[in-house]
T-cell receptor, first 113, second 111 residues
Framework: DGGITQSPKYLFRKEGQNVTLSCEQN?????MYWYRQDPGQGLRLIYY???????QKGDIAEGYSVSREKKESFPLTVTSAQKNPTAFYLC????????????FGPGTRLLVL | GEDVEQSLFLSVREGDSSVINCTYT??????LYWYKQEPGAGLQLLTY?????DMKQDQRLTVLLNKKDKHLSLRIADTQTGDSAIYFC???????????FGKGTRLSVIA
């Protein structure tokens, strides 16, 4: 059963803490993306990766970091530098970068304690 | 770069048709997409249209593209309560940049 999984579904962060959101895909897609969704804001691109060991900043990369050590995995770390991390985080993948449709995971909701 | 605009809310009665509109700025957009998001879930691809097409129909969904006016619409026939969701329009241009999403239109279906 092919698809994109994100874990956990809910995540709580304490002040000053780094947390990591998981995104895994078994679609054999080259490109992966992280978006942040706030109410009424739509989707904003945080980081994307077109190939293993390479990634680019999106529109709101400050306070976030990523890695792409494996084709299947693109974890997102929300660092303590991100002062307003409460949001719904969506991971997506596409077969290639510029011409292919994106498919989304179920999302992770991050809340600050 | 691409910019995509949508109205934020739409309310229709069950059984009526819904029309969700979207405008975009980049005339080089090669693909235009519609995604659906149900509460607490990820985005589900509904349909997409190539820029060389004017219309695409898929069961209850009809997509119309007016390239001259840079206007895209999604018509849902016989709207059901299960269609209540947020609908996102997204554009992909020929440059090396990811999809650009509108802010989403929240469709409410009244029984």
């Amino acid at each position: 059963d092919g698809g994109i999984t994100q874990s956990p579904k809910y995540l709580f962060r304490k002040e000053g803490q780094n947390v990591t959101l998981s995104c895994e895909q078994n679609l054999n897609h080259d490109a992966m993306y992280w978006y942040r969704q706030d109410p009424g804001q739509g989707l904003r691109l945080i980081y994307y990766s077109q190939i293993v060991n390479d990634f680019q900043k999106g529109d709101i990369a400050e306070g976030y970091s990523v890695s792409r050590e494996k084709k299947e995995s693109f974890p997102l770390t929300v660092t303590s530098a991100q002062k307003n991390p409460t949001a719904f985080y969506l991971c997506a993948s596409s077969k290639a970068h510029t011409t292919e449709t994106q498919y989304f995971g179920p999302g992770t909701r991050l809340l600050v304690l | 770069g691409e910019d995509v605009e949508q109205s934020l809310f739409l309310s229709v009665r069950e059984g009526d048709s819904s029309v969700i509109n979207c405008t975009y700025t980049d005339s080089s957009s090669t693909y235009l997409y519609w995604y659906k998001q149900e509460p607490g879930a990820g985005l589900q691809l509904l349909t997409y249209i190539f820029s060389n097409m004017d219309m695409k129909q898929d069961q209850r969904l009809t997509v119309l593209l007016n390239k001259k006016d840079k206007h895209l619409s999604l018509r849902i026939a016989d709207t059901q309560t299960g269609d209540s969701a947020i609908y996102f329009c997204a554009g992909l241009n020929s440059g090396n940049t990811p999809l650009v999403f509108g802010k989403g239109t929240r469709l409410s279906v009244i029984a």
